[in-house]
């Protein structure tokens, strides 16, 4: 069910807390108010004209159905998570009528999740790895001598030292997994809630690896987990264990203490805080052949982008290492990140990492042995201005023509919809004349609030480079309609949903644009669509001499 409303709730742009035009929040008062309010001004038993009762009638019943599901506190749960046509799909008396809007979405999240697990069992799970490594030392650390007598021995020589390609592909029956690149495993879970996890590998070049992994929670906020592996080989068999106890510091911060024994053993603390905006890393090691102290620090960008930066310094016995990068979203299943690495003895290499989906590619570039300037210059400003570059000539011009592509169709697919709001709205205004007659005299009387112009869509700026037409609609009487003690207000939803407008351009940012009088000075705002609006107010007022 919750599957078919995904499909449904696209097409479905009817607002009922727009065309009462309340908040999300609104109290049953609230919507008794403005419900009443709109059943004065649509009631056919106010007009004569047969034409204008059938539209009124028809307006009437909008109005009506829009309070009846936002009065009832089970039906505007449902209608909160799914919209209009979550009340009319079949199978939704799952939802008993006694339950608690709370409990009606908790009742939808247990569906949903269902659904992602269900959808994930399905999913093959297809994962690869792509890393390819290059060696540009020569273009820093060449010796011009050594050259002079080789035939093109003016030119650089690049290389392709290593290259590792992975794929695997994962199919969950029942509790057991077998991976494609040769692993297979199995997991269940005892009664005292430890989950143990038992893996077999063949066909690594290491040879066939036998393990197994056992996790429990020792408290609310503290768990244990350990493995132990057997790896075959022509040398002979290779045990390894590990143990990791970690610990909720507070609600960010986790502390982790790892013991490894085997061909590499070592014990490791850390203590990892990971808030909205950062991520911090400290990890101690102490170990047989590497000891090391290492610090990071990641910034997160609350960007559309989620842009990150990053530093990290790594000292031990092996030398120093300095790394920075930065990793932006380059398209919604697309992630590229860069990262300089300096060091001694390992000298200046650049690491670049392109997620798609769920591939990965890997491109270390090994630049110098040695810590030079110039390769720390080029590592570092190169691949910034490849990235503008590719982003201005090729990404930006391709997620433009895409979504103008998505444009294009959902106004074709949306065209009969946007005719039938039109007609509506047009019905509306008619039918609102009388009403906004009187309103006006009304407001004339004591100089209160009368709206002079007002129009609602996509407004062009003269200074625009590209040739565009404006897209807007006269609003001028809904808006008067709405104004009571010469007061207009307008909540934060869309305003096409309110009585009389509807969109005018599908799928592009859309304003609302008045010029009002009040107490015989003249006032003018522009607002956006989904922003509330209250007038009037004194910012607004325009200057006598201009």
């Not at 109290?27 to 059943?39: F, G, H, I, P």
């Not at 000292?315 to 380059?330: C, L, P, Q």
């Not at 691949?383 to 930006?396: C, G, S």
């Not at 006269?474 to 305003?495: M, Y």
Request: with cysteine.
């Amino acid at each position: 069910m919750a599957a078919a409303l995904e499909n449904e709730l696209e097409v479905d742009n009817e607002d009922y807390y727009s065309l009462l035009n309340v908040r999300r929040e609104a109290t049953q008062e609230e919507l008794k108010s403005s419900y009443r309010r709109l059943c004065m001004l649509y009631h056919p038993d106010k007009h004569r004209d047969p034409e204008l009762k059938r539209q009124a009638e028809q307006l009437f019943n909008y109005v009506h159905q829009a309070y009846e599901v936002l009065s009832d506190p089970q039906s505007r749960a449902i209608y909160d998570i799914f919209g209009k046509k979550g009340l009319e799909v079949e199978g939704w008396e799952v939802v008993e009528r006694k339950r608690t809007p709370a409990e009606i979405r908790e009742e939808y999240e247990r569906l949903q999740r269902e659904r992602d697990e269900r959808r994930l069992q399905q999913r093959t799970n297809p994962k690869g790895t792509i890393s390819v490594g290059i060696d540009v030392t020569d273009l820093f650390d060449r010796y011009e001598e050594d050259f002079e007598d080789v035939p093109g021995g003016g030119f650089p020589h690049i290389e392709i030292n290593r290259m590792h390609i992975s794929q695997s592909i994962e199919v969950r029956l029942a509790e057991l997994r077998l991976l494609s690149s040769g692993n297979m495993s199995t997991e269940y879970c005892c009664p005292l809630w430890i989950f143990v996890n038992t893996e077999f590998g063949a066909g690594d070049i290491r040879g066939p690896l036998f393990g197994m992994k056992v996790f429990r929670n020792v408290t609310a906020r503290c768990f244990v987990t350990a493995q132990w592996g057997l790896q075959f080989s022509s040398r002979g068999v290779r045990p390894s264990a590990t143990t990791m106890m970690a610990r909720h510091l507070d609600q960010n911060t986790m502390g982790y203490l790892q013991w490894r024994w085997g061909s590499q053993s070592a014990m490791t603390t850390s203590i990892v805080r990971d808030t909205k905006t950062s991520h911090f890393t400290l990890t101690l090691q102490l170990g047989v052949p590497h000891s090391y102290l290492m610090m990071s620090y990641q910034y997160k960008f609350q960007d559309e982008d989620q842009t990150k930066v990053k530093g990290s310094i790594k000292t031990g016995f092996f030398g120093t290492v300095v790394e920075y990068g930065a990793e932006r979203k380059i398209s919604p299943h697309s992630v590229l990140a860069a990262t300089v690495s300096i060091g001694v003895p390992q000298g200046v290499s650049l690491k670049i990492r392109l997620n798609r989906a769920s591939q990965t590619y890997l491109f270390p570039i090994h630049l110098t042995d040695q810590i030079l300037p110039s390769a720390v210059f080029y590592a570092t400003v190169g691949p910034l201005a490849i990235y503008l570059a590719v982003q201005k000539l090729i990404i930006m011009p391709y997620v433009r023509a895409q979504k103008e592509q998505e444009l294009e169709k959902q106004k074709e697919d949306s065209a009969s919809e946007i005719a039938r709001r039109k007609q509506e709205a047009e019905a509306s205004v008619l039918l609102m004349q009388e009403s906004v007659k009187r309103i006006i005299d009304a407001e004339e009387s004591k100089m209160g609030l009368i709206i002079l112009n007002a129009w609602y869509g996509k407004f062009v700026s003269d200074n625009s480079q590209k040739r565009e037409r404006a897209k807007v609609i006269d609003v001028t009487v809904p808006l008067q309609c709405l104004v009571k003690d010469s007061k207009l207000i307008l909540t934060e939803a869309s305003k096409a949903g309110l009585p009389g407008f509807y969109d005018p351009c599908v799928g592009e940012e859309k304003s609302l644009k008045l010029l009002y009088q009040f107490r015989g000075a003249m006032h003018q705002v522009l607002s956006g669509d989904t922003e509330p609006l209250k007038i009037p107010k004194q910012t607004h007022r325009i200057n006598s001499e201009t």
